[in-house]
């Protein structure tokens, strides 16, 4: 089964879920939780909001942290900020669609990231997060992710691969592809479409 979905952050107007249900028969929304701004990680200004309108539409939802981090104390750090918000805001609730680390900026780009992201997820683990992820394009994943270790754990993985054909996803068929995110121009918008597999 599959559905289409979006994610968003601040970037989008405060009726952009609304407006995607109506237009594109959306079947959830992963929302930006926040990101690492001037050396502190941020809430997204529009998090809140989008979660109310997520709720009172009925529709599930996920959340993604825009990661920075340049070692194991940060990516600690940055868990930490995540374990807070999900229970200052949501009542300690696991979204239904998961929790995901973006990680497509140029500060995680570097030996090593792998080893930092799994000590921040296994840790995230151990918090009781069961569904947690890792979003990224396929350079990313194939450059920097060790991606026959993340099968056998069994990491939810969501690609970013704008084509008509997920590759890396038919490639890898015995990793666990929750999400494809297939354009930045969803139904002429300046939205990100996605496809949600789980």
């Known amino acids: 089964m599959s559905a289409a979905i979006i994610d968003i952050s601040e970037y989008q107007d405060d009726d952009i879920i609304s407006t995607a249900r109506e237009s594109m028969g959306i079947g959830g ?13 941020t809430m997204d200004d529009k998090f809140i909001t989008f979660v109310n309108k997520a709720v009172e539409l009925g529709l599930p939802y996920g959340i993604y942290y825009y990661s920075k981090m340049t070692d194991s ?3 600690l750090k940055e ?9 200052e805001l949501l009542n300690g609730q696991e979204p ?9 900026d140029s500060l995680v780009q570097y030996d090593g990231v792998y080893a930092n992201l799994m000590n921040a997820i296994d840790t995230m ?14 350079s990313y994943f194939e450059t920097y992710m060790d991606l026959d ?21 038919n490639e890898r068929p ?3 592809w929750v999400c494809w995110q297939y354009t ?7 939205l990100d479409g996605d496809i949600w597999y789980e």
Do not use: C
């Open 79 to 87: 868990a930490q900020f995540i374990n807070d918000k999900v229970y």
């Open 29 to 41: 929304v992963i929302i930006r939780l926040g990101l690492t701004y001037h050396g502190e990680p």
């Open 96 to 104: 239904g669609m998961g929790v995901f680390w973006d990680m497509e």
């Open 149 to 169: 270790d993340l099968a056998n754990r069994g990491t939810r993985l969501w690609l970013a691969q704008y084509n008509d054909e997920p590759e890396l996803i």
């Open 125 to 138: 683990s151990n918090w009781g997060f069961k569904k947690t992820g890792i979003y990224a394009n396929k």
């Open 184 to 190: 930045d121009k969803a139904n002429g918008m300046s």
């Open 174 to 176: 015995n990793n666990n």
């Open 73 to 75: 104390d940060w990516g």
